[in-house]
Nanobody, 117 residues
Framework: QVQLVESGGGLVQAGGSLRLSCSASGIRLSDYAVAWYRQGPEKQRELVASIFHDGVYPRYVDAVKGRFIISRDNAMDTVYLQLNSLKPEDTGVYYC??????????WGQGTQVTVSV
């Protein structure tokens, strides 16, 4: 049974930063490509960024390019998402999972990011 655990969210003012972490039990995250998603208020869950299992070819949606950085520490079996220059429209619950197009693991609880003006 795969359990994903996201952490690091919080309340931050516009322009601020947060670092989110994704860890898992039941699997070795280091064996897989991992993506971050977010779901804003009254919005569908959307892909934010993804990274290959070996840390190469990070990809971002246009809305976060230049502001967010996805990375991983395979020794710690953790995937990170650094959120910089946050905007109110970045508010939402952030989740990690496998990238689109492959079988998803069960979704975790996510971590809430709230950006105030």
């Amino acid at each position: 049974q795969v359990q994903l655990v996201e952490s690091g969210g919080g309340l931050v003012q516009a322009g601020g930063s947060l670092r989110l972490s994704c860890s898992a039990s039941g699997i070795r995250l280091s064996d897989y490509a991992v993506a971050w998603y977010r779901q804003g208020p009254e919005k569908q869950r959307e892909l934010v960024a993804s990274i290959f299992h070996d840390g190469v070819y990070p990809r971002y949606v246009d809305a976060v390019k230049g502001r967010f950085i996805i990375s991983r520490d395979n020794a710690m079996d953790t995937v990170y998402l650094q959120l910089n220059s946050l905007k109110p429209e970045d508010t939402g619950v952030y989740y990690c999972n496998r990238p689109p197009g492959v079988s998803q693991w069960a979704w975790g609880q996510g971590t809430q990011v709230t950006v105030s003006v």
